[in-house]
C-alpha cells in the first residue's frame, strides 16, 4: 500500500514553468514504479510520463523535451519539472505508482495507487 500526495501546482503564463512534486509513504518506494498523469476536463486521462527503479524513464510525445520526470527514493519523493508550459498542458495532474514491469507503461490502467491531484493552469 502506497499513499501519494502531490503538490506544487498552480497558475502560470504560457512559457512558464512548475515544478510538482509527489510524496509517497507506505509500503517501500522503491520497489514501485512512479508515473505523473494529467487529466483535462471533458478528457480523458493520459500519461505524461514514467520512471522506474533504475531511472529509465519515458514521455508522452507531447511533452517530450519541455517536461522532466525525477525521483530521489531516499526522499519518497517523485518530482515533474515543467517548462515552455502551453495552454494545452492546463489539467488536473496526478502521480501514481504500479508494480514494476518489463516495460514502462504510460496507461492509466498499470498503475494501483494514486495521488488526490494538483491543478495546473496555463494561460496564454
Known amino acids: 500500500q502506497v499513499n501519494l500526495v502531490e503538490s506544487g501546482g498552480g497558475s502560470v503564463q504560457a512559457g512558464g514553468s512548475l515544478r510538482l512534486s509527489c510524496v509517497g509513504t507506505?509500503?517501500?518506494?522503491?520497489?514501485?514504479?512512479v508515473a505523473w498523469f494529467r487529466q483535462a476536463p471533458g478528457k480523458e486521462r493520459e500519461g505524461v510520463a514514467v520512471?522506474?527503479?533504475?531511472?529509465?524513464?519515458i514521455y508522452a510525445d507531447s511533452v517530450k523535451g519541455r517536461f522532466t520526470i525525477s525521483r530521489d527514493n531516499a526522499k519518497n519523493t517523485l518530482y515533474l519539472q515543467m517548462n515552455s508550459l502551453k495552454p494545452d498542458d492546463t489539467a488536473m495532474y496526478y502521480c501514481?505508482?504500479?508494480?514494476?514491469?518489463?516495460?514502462?507503461?504510460?496507461?492509466?490502467?498499470?498503475?494501483?495507487?494514486w495521488g488526490q491531484g494538483t491543478q495546473v493552469t496555463v494561460s496564454s
Open positions: 501514481a505508482a504500479g508494480a514494476r514491469k518489463w516495460w514502462l507503461p504510460l496507461t492509466p490502467n498499470q498503475y494501483n495507487y
Open positions: 520512471i522506474d527503479t533504475d531511472a529509465r524513464k
Open positions: 507506505g509500503d517501500v518506494w522503491s520497489n514501485y514504479i
